[in-house]
């Protein structure tokens, strides 16, 4: 039996990647104000994505999410929320024409601000200071200033998701997203890419289905101009967390209301942790990071605990085991789950697993290792009669050079040029979209 859950539970338990704040008193009174704040998100969007997810799991719609590693607060800004959009927007249509199927766009977005890592401090030449934990905690900084966590941060991170989520509600449900313009997502820098080329094939032909139909009925098709996104985050910070879980009018349960889908990462997801304990309670659907060192068993669970009843849409298992690693350790996984009578939503995180540092000492990921860990993923479900539901994948609509290879065959010298992630490397606007026609090749077999 479990004892009762209660948004603030997971005191109960040890909570893992937390940061310490000097001032405990004024950490509390900024959470009280957090947690006057009106929802950043809706139960009934909650419930709606939660019912597309089922519908991932069961193959009717299929799941792109994407965006930074670490958002920052700088980048709450018009021209990097629309890259943001254009690159997803492009993708989800790539993924649709090729794939033929509904494509739900969930951003790592407004609230992606907390990072877990390695190692609490960072030591320079002797001076040691907390590490960088995300904008939401402290600064990137090498200063005591900056690196000393506080609370006032939680507030900024409230407001700069308000403004992020504000907008693109705004840009997808007006003209922007217009099916009838995708012209208006080109991302200008990249005009020159033999997969511009490509992308603008797919669309031409797209607008020509387009012209048929609204021909044939006489009229334009209203809901082409309307596009949806969740947001999703990883919800690191408990404290912050809970000040954001409320009950809603006319529902029973409790909602995380400050993102749609929050997730739980893999140094976090201890079965008897504080992460787990605090998720377990929600009512959102919610993901979990399943890396290499997580057996069958220790996933079974997982999966008891999180998910009990088996709700359609709740839970969603994202492996990120690496390009060498997953073909020895996805199968037991999958079996696991299949003779539990399980139908989770399975998606493929094909970044965290090939991470490594070049000779220059950038951290980095290379584009084929990626591509190669998903085409596994679609091989291995489609071989155990399971099936890969979505991808979360890090990337941006930045002209970048994060990530080795792809079309332009970015080697280790050219990660000077424009290295910009202050944690891990993301797939630049071109990547991007060699991903995703790789992808939509796969779903459309
Ligand atoms: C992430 O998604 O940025 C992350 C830290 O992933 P993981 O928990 O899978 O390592
Ligand atoms: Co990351």
């Not at 479990?2 to 008193?25: F, V």
């Not at 700069?160 to 200008?188: E, V």
């Not at 950038?362 to 979505?390: M, N, P, V, W, Y």
Request: proline share 6%; net charge negative.
């Amino acid at each position: 039996m479990s004892e009762p859950w209660s948004p603030d539970s997971w005191r109960r338990c040890e909570a893992a990647q937390q940061p310490e704040y000097p001032d405990p008193q004024a950490l509390s009174q900024v959470l009280d104000q957090v947690a006057q704040l009106p929802p950043l998100v809706t139960s009934w969007e909650i419930e709606r994505l939660k019912g597309l997810l089922a519908g991932a799991a069961r193959g009717e719609q299929f799941l792109l999410q994407g965006g930074d590693c670490c958002e920052r607060f700088e980048d709450c800004t018009s021209d990097a929320i629309v890259s943001k959009l254009k690159v997803l927007l492009q993708m989800a249509l790539i993924l649709i024409h090729g794939g033929g199927r509904q494509v739900i766009r969930l951003g790592r977005f407004a609230g992606q601000y907390a990072k877990p890592r390695s190692s609490p401090c960072e030591d320079r030449d002797g001076l040691v200071l907390p590490a960088y934990r995300g904008d939401l905690i402290n600064g990137p900084e090498f200063t005591p200033r900056e690196r000393i966590p506080d609370p006032q941060r939680l507030l900024t991170g409230y407001d700069k998701a308000a403004l992020t989520l504000n907008f693109i509600r705004a840009l997808g449900s007006g003209g922007f997203a217009d099916l009838h313009r995708p012209h208006q997502w080109d991302l200008a820098f990249a005009s020159h890419s033999h997969l511009a080329d490509e992308y603008h094939g797919t669309v031409s032909q797209i607008l020509r289905s387009i012209q048929f139909v609204e021909a044939i009925i006489g009229g334009p098709i209203a809901e082409l101009n309307q596009a949806e996104f969740y947001a999703s985050h990883e919800a690191l910070l408990l404290c912050y967390e809970q000040a954001q879980t409320r009950r809603v009018p006319r529902r029973s349960g409790w909602y995380n209301v400050g993102t749609h889908l929050p997730w739980i990462g893999e140094r976090t997801r201890a079965l008897t942790g504080a992460h787990v304990e605090y998720f377990r309670g929600l009512a959102n659907p919610i993901g979990v990071k399943v890396g290499p060192s997580c057996g069958a068993e220790e996933l079974v669970d997982l999966v008891e605990r999180l998910d009990p009843h088996g709700e359609p849409g709740r839970l969603m298992l994202v492996h990120r085991l690496g390009a060498g690693r997953i073909g020895a350790a996805l199968p037991p996984l999958v079996e696991a789950m299949a003779r539990r009578g399980r139908q989770v939503l399975w998606c493929c995180d094909p970044m965290h697993g090939n991470t490594e540092v070049t000779d220059n000492g950038f951290k980095t990921r290379r584009f084929d290792r990626i591509l190669h860990e998903l085409d596994q993923a679609f091989t291995i479900h489609r071989e155990l009669g399971s099936r890969l539901g979505g991808v979360h994948l890090e990337l941006t609509g930045d002209d970048v050079t994060e990530c080795l290879g792809g079309a332009r065959g970015l080697a280790s010298g050219d990660l000077t040029r424009a290295y910009r992630s202050q944690v891990d490397p993301r797939l630049n606007y071109e990547q991007a979209l060699e991903t995703a026609l790789l992808i939509a090749e796969r779903i459309g077999r």
